[in-house]
């Protein structure tokens, strides 16, 4: 394998999976992966509170995975260092009755992080040309159109004020079968697991089809992709977070102006 794996994919190329490869870490070891996230959560603190205070720009983080790919892993990990105030998680499931009677993007719209905050969106409206495709819930000539009316969306989001990072979690699947035996062999992880992943185990040829097409229709200079290569966490997590400190550096960010003059100011006794 290349040694230096692209994260994001050339804009407009057509993407396979099984080039990105799942254990990639640059040669680095855990020690030192996990003391430049240490340092980089430091930054990312920093960097929320301006983002949370300038009340200017927001940051959405999409999170794509199959079953036991990490995104749990890494929401615990990644964000652990920030302002829980400034932070909203939506997991997004089966769509209940009253999502169903609206367009798919409906649900998805309402939880895009207003101004000075971060969204992380676990499972997303990809979901809606991935298990939806695969599972054939809706017919094809529904799902096809999806990708640009995505690519749409992401523009209408990115044109105001919010910077969308894409990340999917590339676990290969003999990983995966490791992860569920783990789940298995742990009574504390068996909520984890439930029979259905094995359905979608099945399929796993067509998850990656439809992975490989979303991730290829649905890169954008705007809202771009990121292969985040996730067989080994912490390099899973070191790839999230530099990413993200690396998207809130070329914000611009910074303390707001204070609205009344200050100098001088004495409090009172
Ligand atoms: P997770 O696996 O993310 O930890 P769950 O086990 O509750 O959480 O799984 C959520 C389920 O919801 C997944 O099987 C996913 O495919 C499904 N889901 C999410 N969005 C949609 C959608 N738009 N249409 C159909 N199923 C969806």
Not at 134 to 141: G, S, Y
Not at 183 to 191: E, M, V
């Given at each position: 394998m290349s040694k230096q794996q692209p994260l994001t994919p050339k804009?407009?190329?057509?993407?396979r999976l099984k080039d990105f490869d799942p254990d990639?870490?640059?040669?680095?070891?855990?020690?030192?992966?996990?003391k430049e996230e240490d340092r980089l959560e430091k930054r990312f603190a920093a960097l929320q509170e301006m983002l949370y205070a300038q009340n200017k720009h927001s940051l959405l983080v999409v999170l794509q995975?199959?079953?036991?790919?990490?995104?749990?892993?890494?929401?615990?990990?990644?964000?652990d260092s920030v302002n829980p105030q400034g932070v909203q998680v939506t997991s997004f499931k089966v769509p209940t009755a009253e999502e169903l009677a609206?367009?798919?993007?409906w649900r998805i719209h309402k939880a895009v992080p207003g101004r000075g905050f971060i969204g992380i969106f676990n499972r997303s409206h990809y979901e809606d040309v991935l298990v939806v495709r695969v599972n054939e819930l809706v017919p094809q000539d529904v799902w096809v159109k999806r990708y640009d009316q995505i690519n749409a969306f992401e523009r209408l989001l990115a044109d105001n004020g919010v910077t969308i990072l894409k990340f999917y979690l590339h676990i290969s699947k003999d990983e995966q079968k490791q992860r569920f035996q783990e789940r298995l062999d742990n009574p504390d992880k068996h909520w984890k697991f439930s029979l259905g992943d094995l359905g979608v185990r099945e399929r796993w040829g067509d998850y990656m089809q439809a992975y490989e097409d979303a991730i290829t229709l649905c890169n954008t200079p705007y809202a771009p992709w990121h292969i985040v290569p996730a067989n080994r966490k912490w390099y899973r997590d070191l790839v999230v977070t530099r990413t993200i400190v690396n998207a809130l550096e070329?914000?611009?960010?910074?303390?707001?102006e204070p609205e009344d003059d200050l100098t001088g100011v004495v409090i009172p006794d």
């Amino acid at each position: 394998m290349s040694k230096q794996q692209p994260l994001t994919p050339k804009f407009g190329s057509k993407i396979r999976l099984k080039d990105f490869d799942p254990d990639y870490c640059e040669d680095l070891d855990k020690k030192t992966a996990k003391k430049e996230e240490d340092r980089l959560e430091k930054r990312f603190a920093a960097l929320q509170e301006m983002l949370y205070a300038q009340n200017k720009h927001s940051l959405l983080v999409v999170l794509q995975a199959m079953d036991a790919g990490g995104k749990d892993g890494a929401i615990k990990k990644v964000f652990d260092s920030v302002n829980p105030q400034g932070v909203q998680v939506t997991s997004f499931k089966v769509p209940t009755a009253e999502e169903l009677a609206h367009d798919y993007l409906w649900r998805i719209h309402k939880a895009v992080p207003g101004r000075g905050f971060i969204g992380i969106f676990n499972r997303s409206h990809y979901e809606d040309v991935l298990v939806v495709r695969v599972n054939e819930l809706v017919p094809q000539d529904v799902w096809v159109k999806r990708y640009d009316q995505i690519n749409a969306f992401e523009r209408l989001l990115a044109d105001n004020g919010v910077t969308i990072l894409k990340f999917y979690l590339h676990i290969s699947k003999d990983e995966q079968k490791q992860r569920f035996q783990e789940r298995l062999d742990n009574p504390d992880k068996h909520w984890k697991f439930s029979l259905g992943d094995l359905g979608v185990r099945e399929r796993w040829g067509d998850y990656m089809q439809a992975y490989e097409d979303a991730i290829t229709l649905c890169n954008t200079p705007y809202a771009p992709w990121h292969i985040v290569p996730a067989n080994r966490k912490w390099y899973r997590d070191l790839v999230v977070t530099r990413t993200i400190v690396n998207a809130l550096e070329q914000m611009g960010l910074a303390y707001p102006e204070p609205e009344d003059d200050l100098t001088g100011v004495v409090i009172p006794d």
